[in-house]
């Protein structure tokens, strides 16, 4: 299986899409699957070949369609079921313009896209699936999304939006606290506002942040001495970004980064 990330050309494209993701291939002999974990971002996951098999700790899922997926407090083995042609468009977590209906309604679950995009775009994007290369794929939705986010999208209360830059920012170490008496959001209105945009409270997000930042860094290279590390996340010590680990992927920190 190979992955691939491609960087939207349209600046406009650009602060909505952070980017898209292509994931393709056959499966071999043996366990061939990829480990997809919590992150703070939305997406749009078009498929256009075989089912996979979606697979987490308390559950087993089939796809065989293109689905919306929230933001996810848990983690899946995708495994193929034949040849995989996936292509993801990630939306930045402040902007989800092309779904009209409140995040925390799918929370944890992926929905047919034909289920809660517009139909019109829907009907718009269809011919993405006869096209035979993810090149014109993406150049066809690159146009299309461009064209659609010009027309006007709603936007979010910018105290909202504020206070998701300064937890993204921090990397999820904010206090929550703190992010009210910056942005003037009473606690429960904060939650509230969390919950409709992103489909999580914002603790869970901000969880979810630091998690994130520290496999990104673990990915890129194992910072020495490791602990310490971890220490400055903002994990109590390393048992804790243990179980953290575990709750978010199934696995521990050595099972990941041998």
């Given amino acids: 299986m190979s992955e691939s990330v491609i960087i939207p050309k349209h600046p406009l494209l650009q602060q909505v899409v952070e980017y898209f993701w292509i994931l393709e291939g056959t499966p071999s002999s ?11 971002c939305m997406e749009m996951l078009l498929s256009f070949a075989e089912p996979t098999r979606w697979s987490s700790t308390d559950h087993c ?8 997926s929230p933001i996810r407090t848990c983690h899946y083995d995708v495994s193929p079921m034949g040849r995989v042609e996936y292509l993801s468009i990630r939306f930045r977590p402040h902007s989800l313009p092309l779904i009209s209906d409140p995040a925390d309604l ?3 679950r992926a929905c047919h896209l034909e289920d809660v995009l517009d139909p019109h775009l829907w009907k718009a994007m269809q011919p993405v699936f006869s096209m035979e290369s993810m090149p014109q794929r993406i150049a066809y939705l690159e146009e299309l999304l461009t064209r659609w986010i010009v027309r006007g999208i709603p936007q979010q209360p910018a105290p909202f939006q504020y206070a998701l ?4 920012g921090s990397h999820g170490l904010l206090p929550i606290q703190t992010l009210c008496q910056d942005t003037g959001l ?5 939650e509230r506002q969390f ?8 603790k869970t ?4 942040l630091r998690f994130n930042h520290v496999m990104d860094t673990f990915f890129q290279h194992t910072p020495t ?3 310490e590390f971890v220490f400055q996340a903002g994990y109590a010590d390393q048992a804790h970004f243990i179980r953290e680990c575990k709750e978010f992927t199934g696995r521990t920190p050595g099972d990941l980064f041998p």
């Fill in 195 to 202: 919950q409709h945009f992103l489909g999580v409270p914002p």
């Fill in 30 to 40: 043996g366990d061939d699957s990829t480990l997809i974990y919590p992150e703070g």
């Fill in 186 to 190: 009473y606690p429960r209105k904060l």
């Fill in 225 to 227: 001495p490791a602990s």
């Fill in 205 to 208: 997000y901000a969880r979810i």
């Fill in 106 to 108: 799918f929370a944890n």
């Fill in 61 to 68: 899922i089939t796809l065989s369609k293109s689905i919306f």
């Fill in 165 to 168: 830059s300064l937890l993204q």
